[in-house]
């Protein structure tokens, strides 16, 4: 896209070297799992290092942005469950160093660094966001569907999940206008046919979240050409939706629903029966947190606790079950700090913006009943945008000249 080639012409080495950290970190399992590339992972951690070292190095100020509410309570939630971990000694997981970067460390330098990118330059850092979610898309669909003609999901619904992601990305830089039509369509067209590829019904719902909310809110119900626009958009998405549900085998997936969940909801809760096969887990993991309200089971301790053959899928449910109530009560500080940024500078001129960043919390908060958040980056990655967008704080004072910074330094030094 010659728009991002114009706006790359001239980057610093810190900036490229963020860049660089958020590509491989939102690409994770596309080198190895698909195109059987190794050593990516090592990388990975390298760029990670030397963005936190030239932070420090060169006094770049993103590690004060920590110090946001919402920041703040994220890395509060981490320091509680390492220190949980620590007390009670229990940790499901082989390799516990490799947990603590993919679930600790990196989602939240993913979120710092779009943050304080997106400051320095909110238009190229979307872009470069945009650019890796959709080679991960595009290239774990097409290597896994055709070239490799491998039977097996091999990136699972991190495929699709990511796919929602990329949906949000792309309404975001159409909506800024550094999109056009064309590529809007595209890439929505990608993000959507890998949907379809992975048959994940969490992220159809949460796709279609993203995309027509913002759409419906542009409608202005008093003008005959809007409410007939709108009464063709209905239309035309129950004729999509009955063409799912009686010709794909993620329309099947979305019959099973109610079957799956009646067989294994073993509560009086009907409500439950949406949850399909995971309404066993949340009956299972209640009750671990009833046994330990306070603390919680530790964070990813559910299937050593309860000997069942699954992780727990439900972000809800791992907060209550393994985080207990103050790991809860930061995880609802960090998404209500979120939220309240968003509602709270939402006016007339950034109205098309705003829907399009509620319509991703939503998604998260849909898809949050059946799977895990808290490892993700690229929600890491879209909170830190959001936060990009609506955080005002020190604004003024976030450029910095390399040229001055270099003098002082070399006159330190003298």
């Known amino acids: ?19 660089t950290f958020l590509f491989l970190i939102l690409t994770q399992g596309l080198w190895d799992k698909v195109l059987n590339i190794g050593n990516v992972g090592t990388v990975t951690l390298i760029f990670c290092f030397f963005s936190v070292y030239f932070a420090l190095l060169t006094g770049r100020n993103y590690l004060k942005w920590m110090k946001t509410p919402p920041i703040l309570f994220w890395v509060a939630w981490i320091i509680y469950n390492y220190i949980h971990w620590k007390i009670i000694g229990i940790i499901n997981t082989d390799d516990p160093s490799l947990f603590i970067l993919n679930s600790f460390i990196y989602p939240v330098a993913t979120m710092c660094i779009v943050l304080f990118e997106g400051k320095m330059d909110l238009k190229r850092t979307t872009l470069i966001i945009l650019i890796a979610l959709s080679i991960y898309v ?45 590529w809007l369509f595209i890439l929505l067209t990608i993000s959507l046919t890998s949907i ?9 719902a949460g796709w ?17 050409a809007d409410f007939l626009k709108m009464i063709l958009l209905i239309a035309g998405f129950f004729f999509a939706y009955n063409h799912i549900m009686e010709n794909t085998h993620l329309g099947e997936r979305f019959y099973q629903i109610q079957e799956q969940g009646q067989k294994t909801n ?15 887990q949340y009956d299972l993991a209640w009750d671990q947190f009833l046994r330990k309200p306070y603390t919680g089971i530790g964070l990813r301790n559910f299937q050593v606790v309860t000997k069942f053959p699954y992780v727990l899928h439900s972000e809800y449910m791992v907060q209550l079950c393994e985080c207990g109530i103050i790991g809860t009560i930061l995880y609802m500080l960090f998404l209500g700090g979120i939220i309240a940024k968003i509602v709270k ?16 919390i939503l998604c998260m908060l849909f898809i949050s009943f059946t799977t895990w958040t808290y490892q993700g980056h690229a929600y890491f990655a879209m909170y830190g945008l959001i ?11 976030f450029k910095i000249s390399y040229t001055n910074m270099a003098k002082k330094i070399y006159l330190e030094h003298l």
Not at 218 to 223: H, I, P, S, W
Not at 345 to 360: D, R, S, T, Y
Request: proline share 2%.
């Open 196 to 204: 379809f590829f992975a048959a994940t019904r969490k992220a159809l």
């Open 208 to 224: 279609i979240i993203i995309v027509f909310l913002p759409l419906f809110t542009r409608f202005n119900l008093y003008k005959p």
């Open 387 to 397: 936060l990009s967008t609506y955080c005002n704080d020190g604004k003024a004072n």
């Open 266 to 280: 073993k509560t009086n809760i009907k409500a439950l029966d949406f949850l399909a096969d995971r309404a066993i």
């Open 345 to 360: 500078q939402n006016n007339k001129e950034n109205n098309k913006v705003f829907f399009i960043c509620l319509g991703a």
């Open 138 to 182: 595009a290239l774990g669909m097409l290597f896994q569907q055709f070239v490799l003609k491998r039977s097996e999901n091999l990136l699972g619904n991190s495929l699709s999940l990511k796919a929602c992601m990329m949906a949000f990305f792309t309404m975001f830089a159409h909506t800024k206008g550094w999109l056009n039509k064309k």
């Open 1 to 19: 896209m010659q728009v991002l080639i114009n706006t790359c012409l001239k980057i610093s080495v810190p900036t490229f070297i963020n860049y």
